[in-house]
């Protein structure tokens, strides 16, 4: 396997432009000869499919929700960040290219960064012209707040619902492109395994989840933007349904699959209030410009109702730890204070197996301040929300939170083109492994999705399409077809018949979703994960032995349609310890607690300087590791401190 | 942050699939914390029917959190039930009493065909869309964002009108089955818009007639659609989706999409 990143050389601002120029092109009149795979209808896959059917391309999309309008992109709420520099405090393309590759911690291409603060600017400008309403000023114009502990106020929104505008922008101009006959779109229709053929990506195998029809799509190129894989945790601010099996499925296939430890924790989520918790909801993180975090400095005040406890026995453990930024550290550094304080026994709120997994993000002072109005205004309908979930108004007593799952920086490897190293097959948005590197700045996934899915993939398709030119016809009775559709179908046999059925498929879920969590979430240890790296695969025996799956595969299946994806998150959960128990070094969201200095994580540079990019070798348990080297011409690797 | 735990009996509408009669399925469910949320007391609901051999409930559900708008059943005779502005899945079971009856069915109106048991078919609120609910600009064709401005005002009614999820709760909950909610907020949400006058002509009627032909009803002002809509979207849309048809009546002879529906 060799990794090329493709990437254009010369002054980064001309890179993408340069590579532009010598790309090749498909001329109008035959790109309808083209057909392309679209899975995913998120953001990224939204926007690709709708783009390339406009320029004339023979598109099939695919998503597993009723409606392509539902994909999971839709829940983001904060907003997009770009480079306009609207308000005129010295942002610039460079900046937020800068601060991307900073945030990132070092471990992502510039190239593809700096093109990617590039688009930032296209994007609010073809988001406008679609028609979404995004937040603006009296006087008419965008309005922009900061996000994320940015220097600069250069993120759009609208309301809450950033994403949800964003996605129907995308979704509508996809409507006309269905309307228009360009793209034919397959809703409620899983893709179950890739079809290669010469070495190329040639097709999918799908299940309609109506059905349970097993059906081959063939095309000239397949393209998966399928989402990210937070729910390998079991527990995540993701969708119930979103999974990895699309690209797990293309890694087995030989797609490598890059830094998967590397996972986003989110730290103000609504915490667990018992094992039945299905999914864990975010509460923006702009809570923390006006909250507090704490918890009970002494053990025997965690379950006291957090108004009676005197300031004086308040732990605000934050503030007295990072005096300089306090309750605004990054991300990263909040949810492991928060993993710290809980699990010296100072959790609060309800105890759930055993432990109390919350703190307190109190109002109170900021209510003292500047009046409950101000705080309504703010953030009243974070507040009402929480109320329904957790039943406390968090006028009256400190909303409980905890961190949580929300972004995976992994994924499949792609170059510069988003191409995987099969060829023919491309990747974007949160399914590949992204321009975040080890961590994600608040509002640039949107970000990088749109941009993947308008301006890059619809370009870099046409490029792969002019260079093979026309590929010979594939049959659907071609041994490579046949074959892929048979593994499908053996593989939803075996599942429906494990030998000595007894548990849904969730009860093994929970369980992977334990182990990752405790030995590969927020914080982990050589210990922890060699111990992980026992217990997965003794869950994933346990698993084929005893699912169990009611009814037939011939119907609408919602247990088969989850078995289906906890089997492939157990390969992918047990990947993401070996590439964390690699990686000996911490940096973003990957932190391992034997490299750090004074709590700070410690990158090791000249032995981690690079892209860990796995193939599949047949057994999960040992993949084959190569390594892109990362360099670094523009922005110097620095050290991140918080003191 | 009490906890208590409920027992409740559920009527559960079953259907094995679109040609099935289907009927009404009792359950116990026993030890129900009230911190649980709906669709969780569903899914312990169907872990234990799994386990004891029985076919689970199956129901659409995604991001739980209100916003994906795959979610929706009626809940005793409420669509999306008894919390106001609440879907389904941000529902908890709080807002139940001990030992209560919960019938549970799926939305009921001949545009939305039963999959199975609570799953419905919306795919026509997909093709209502397609009939003319976007605006069409070239990707890459966009002028610069801040050319146009838009005052606050009207952005912010637009807004409103564009928080719809799709759910189909405002059909589910009309006596005549209207996805006129649903239809008005696009309508309203793109002609309030600058961007949106160019295709303003020809949207309401393209999009109104395909809700036609998907087989919902037409309005008569019960307003149940609004107090169902979990997002507050308002009836005024109607009013101003009926001006917009109107207007575009009257000047149809003028620049009508060729090929258009
Ligand atoms: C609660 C929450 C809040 C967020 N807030 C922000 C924010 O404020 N700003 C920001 O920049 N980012 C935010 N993010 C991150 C951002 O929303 C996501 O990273 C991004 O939207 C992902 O887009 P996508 O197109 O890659 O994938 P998705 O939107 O997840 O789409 C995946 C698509 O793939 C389909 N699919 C998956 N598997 C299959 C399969 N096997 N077969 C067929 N189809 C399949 C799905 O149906 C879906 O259509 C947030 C994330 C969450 C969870
Ligand atoms: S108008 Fe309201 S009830 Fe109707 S589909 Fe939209 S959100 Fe659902
Ligand atoms: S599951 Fe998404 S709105 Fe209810």
């Known amino acids: 396997m060799q990794l090329r990143s493709n990437e254009p050389t010369g002054p980064i601002e001309h890179r993408w432009e340069k590579h532009k120029e010598s790309s090749k092109l498909v001329a109008p009149a035959n790109r309808r000869k083209h057909t392309v795979i679209v899975v995913g209808s998120g953001l990224a896959g939204g926007a690709a499919a709708a783009s390339l059917g406009e320029m004339g391309y023979n598109v099939k999309c695919f998503c597993y929700q009723d409606s392509p309008r539902r994909a999971h992109s839709i829940a983001a709420q904060g907003g997009i960040n770009a480079a306009k520099n609207y308000q005129n405090d010295g942002d610039s393309v460079y900046r937020l290219f800068y601060d991307t590759v900073k945030g990132g911690d070092f471990r992502s291409r510039e190239s593809n960064v700096y093109r990617l603060a590039q688009l930032s600017v296209n994007i609010i400008d073809q988001a406008v012209a679609q028609g979404v309403p995004f937040a603006r000023e009296y006087g008419g114009l965008l309005a922009n707040r900061s996000f994320g502990g940015a220097q600069v106020s250069r993120t759009f929104y609208a309301r809450g619902q950033t994403g949800q505008q964003l996605l129907l922008?995308?979704?509508?101009?996809?409507?006309?492109?269905?309307?228009?006959?360009?793209?034919?779109?397959?809703?409620?229709?899983?893709?179950?395994?890739?079809?290669?053929?010469?070495?190329?990506?040639?097709?999918?195998?799908?299940?309609?989840?109506?059905?349970?029809?097993?059906?081959?799509?063939?095309?000239?190129?397949?393209?998966?933007?399928?989402?990210?894989?937070?729910?390998?945790?079991?527990?995540?601010?993701?969708?119930?349904?979103?999974?990895?099996?699309?690209?797990w499925r293309?890694?087995?296939?030989?797609?490598?699959?890059?830094?998967?430890?590397?996972?986003?924790?989110?730290?103000?989520?609504?915490?667990?209030?018992?094992?039945?918790?299905?999914?864990?909801t975010l509460m923006s993180e702009s809570l923390r410009n006006d909250g507090r975090v704490w918890v009970p400095r002494k053990k025997e005040d965690v379950t006291k109702r957090p108004e009676d406890i005197p300031e004086e026995d308040r732990y605000y453990y934050l503030e007295e730890r990072y005096p300089a930024f306090g309750n605004l550290v990054p991300r990263d550094v909040a949810s492991r204070n928060a993993l710290y304080v809980t699990s010296e026994g100072l959790g609060v709120g309800l105890e759930?197996?055993?432990?109390?997994?919350?703190?307190?993000?109190?109002?109170?002072?900021?209510?003292?301040?500047?009046?409950?109005?101000?705080?309504?205004?703010?953030?009243?309908?974070?507040?009402?929300?929480?109320?329904?979930?957790?039943?406390?108004?968090?006028?009256?007593?400190?909303?409980?939170?905890?961190?949580?799952?929300?972004?995976?920086?992994?994924?499949?490897?792609?170059?510069?083109?988003?191409?995987?190293?099969?060829?023919?097959?491309?990747?974007?948005?949160?399914?590949?492994?992204?321009?975040?590197?080890?961590?994600?700045?608040?509002?640039?996934?949107?970000?990088?999705?749109?941009?993947?899915?308008?301006?890059?993939?619809?370009?870099?398709?046409?490029?792969?399409?002019?260079?093979?030119?026309?590929?010979?016809?594939?049959?659907?009775?071609?041994?490579?077809?046949?074959?892929?559709?048979?593994?499908?179908?053996?593989?939803?046999?075996?599942?429906?018949?494990?030998?000595?059925?007894k548990h849904a498929p969730e009860y093994f879920h929970r369980k992977l979703g334990r182990i990752i969590w405790t030995k590969c979430g927020m914080s982990r240890n050589k210990e922890g994960l060699e111990e992980a790296l026992r217990e997965i695969p003794k869950l994933r025996d346990q698993f084929w032995r005893e699912v169990k799956i009611v009814g037939s595969g011939a119907e609408l299946n919602q247990t088969l349609e989850r078995a289906g994806r906890v089997a492939d998150f157990f390969e992918l959960g047990e990947l993401m310890c070996i590439d964390a128990l690699q990686r000996e070094e911490s940096c973003g969201g990957h932190f391992r607690e034997e490299y750090e200095e004074n709590g700070e994580a410690l990158r090791d540079d000249e032995r981690f300087s690079h892209v860990s990019a796995w193939e599949w070798t047949g057994n999960p348990g040992e993949p084959r590791l190569h390594k892109e080297p990362l360099t670094f011409e523009y922005v110097k690797p620095s050290k991140r401190s918080y003191k | 942050?009490?906890?208590?735990?409920?027992?409740?009996?559920?009527?559960?509408?079953r259907q094995d699939g679109p040609n099935d009669a289907g009927r009404f399925e009792t359950h116990q469910a026993n030890g129900i914390s009230t911190h649980m949320s709906f669709l969780e007391m569903l899914d312990v609901v169907n872990e234990d029917l799994i386990e004891r051999d029985k076919s689970p409930i199956a129901f659409d559900h995604d991001c739980r959190e209100g916003i994906c708008g795959s979610c929706g059943m009626v809940v005793n005779g409420v669509a999306h039930g008894p919390q106001k502005l609440t879907t389904v899945c941000q529902l908890h079971m709080r807002q139940f009493d001990d030992g209560h009856e919960v019938w549970l069915e799926p939305w009921r109106a001949s545009g939305f065909p039963v999959v199975k048991d609570l799953v419905v078919d919306r795919s026509a609120l997909d093709r209502i869309i397609q009939a003319g609910g976007y605006i069409s600009i070239r990707t890459g064709s966009a002028s610069e964002a801040n050319e146009m401005p838009i005052a606050k005002a009207i952005a912010d009614q637009a807004m409103d009108a564009a928080e719809c999820i799709g759910c189909g709760a405002c059909v589910a909950a009309c006596p005549n089955a209207s996805a006129s909610l649903f239809t008005a907020a696009k309508i309203s949400h793109l002609s309030l818009l600058p961007q949106g006058q160019a295709e303003r002509q020809d949207r309401a009627r393209t999009m109104v007639a395909q809700m036609d032909a998907e087989g919902f009803g037409g309005c008569t002002n019960h307003g149940e659609c609004e107090a169902a809509c979990p997002k507050g979207v308002s009836l005024q849309w109607i009013a101003r989706m009926n001006r917009e048809l109107v207007r575009s009546m009257v000047r149809s002879d003028s620049g009508t999409k060729s090929g258009r529906r």
């Open chain 1, 169 to 247: 922008g995308a979704y509508q101009a996809l409507c006309r492109q269905i309307e228009e006959g360009t793209v034919e779109m397959m809703p409620r229709t899983e893709m179950l395994d890739l079809i290669v053929h010469d070495g190329r990506a040639r097709g999918i195998v799908t299940r309609c989840m109506k059905t349970g029809k097993i059906s081959p799509h063939i095309a000239d190129m397949v393209v998966l933007c399928t989402g990210g894989y937070g729910n390998v945790f079991y527990l995540s601010t993701n969708a119930k349904g979103c999974n990895c099996m699309a690209v």
């Open chain 1, 352 to 501: 759930v197996d055993g432990e109390r997994r919350g703190v307190y993000l109190d109002f109170s002072d900021a209510i003292n301040r500047l009046g409950e109005e101000t705080i309504r205004e703010r953030y009243g309908n974070l507040f009402d929300m929480y109320e329904r979930i957790a039943g406390d108004s968090p006028y009256k007593t400190p909303m409980r939170i905890y961190p949580a799952t929300h972004y995976t920086m992994g994924g499949l490897w792609v170059d510069y083109n988003l191409q995987t190293t099969i060829p023919g097959l491309f990747s974007g948005g949160e399914a590949n492994f992204s321009d975040h590197g080890a961590n994600r700045l608040g509002a640039s996934a949107l970000m990088q999705g749109l941009a993947d899915g308008y301006f890059v993939l619809p370009f870099t398709v046409g490029n792969y399409l002019g260079e093979v030119r026309t590929l010979p016809p594939l049959d659907e009775n071609h041994a490579d077809v046949t074959r892929a559709v048979r593994a499908v179908e053996e593989r939803i046999h075996k599942l429906m018949n494990a030998p000595e059925p």
């Open chain 1, 250 to 280: 293309a890694h087995r296939h030989g797609a490598a699959f890059a830094n998967p430890c590397y996972t986003q924790i989110h730290p103000t989520c609504i915490p667990q209030s018992g094992s039945y918790q299905s999914k864990l």
């Open chain 2, 1 to 13: 942050m009490s906890e208590e735990l409920l027992n409740l009996t559920l009527h559960v509408w």
